[in-house]
Nanobody, 126 residues
Framework: VQLQASGGGLVQAGGSLRLSCAASGFIFSQYAMAWFRQAPGKEREFVSAISWSGSSTFYADSVKGRFTISRDNAKSSVDLQMNSLKPEDTAVYYC????????????????????WGQGTLVTVSS
């Protein structure tokens, strides 16, 4: 199983970035996908999740209206479009996959996730 996140970088406040996660080694279309993030000195927190079909999405309140999650099952990939970025969005962003839980459950605990990527750093300057 491999989850390869990319797209991180340095951006000014108010700017945009698009993260991508390429999956392999499992049946992608059968797994819900999520993005989590971890800022320095803080615990890993939920950002967004999308159901296996893409028909349902879930967002943390802190990113609602600014971030959009999407997936392409044909390409085994999941993206996170991040707009109106704020300095407090600075973190390492991780994509993760889970085959058993609802996206609501995933939003409450990172521990339920089955597979994790290596993370990509997003830095938002003020």
């Amino acid at each position: 199983v491999q989850l390869q996140a990319s797209g991180g970088g340095l951006v000014q406040a108010g700017g945009s970035l698009r993260l991508s996660c390429a999956a392999s080694g499992f049946i992608f279309s059968q797994y819900a996908m999520a993005w989590f993030r971890q800022a320095p000195g803080k615990e890993r927190e939920f950002v967004s999740a999308i159901s296996w079909s893409g028909s349902s999405t879930f967002y943390a309140d802190s990113v609602k209206g600014r971030f959009t999650i999407s997936r392409d099952n044909a390409k085994s990939s999941v993206d996170l479009q991040m707009n109106s970025l704020k300095p407090e969005d600075t973190a390492v962003y991780y994509c993760a996959a889970d085959g058993d839980n609802t996206i609501a459950t995933m939003s409450r605990s990172a521990r339920v996730m089955d597979h994790w990527g290596q993370g990509t750093l997003v830095t938002v300057s003020s």
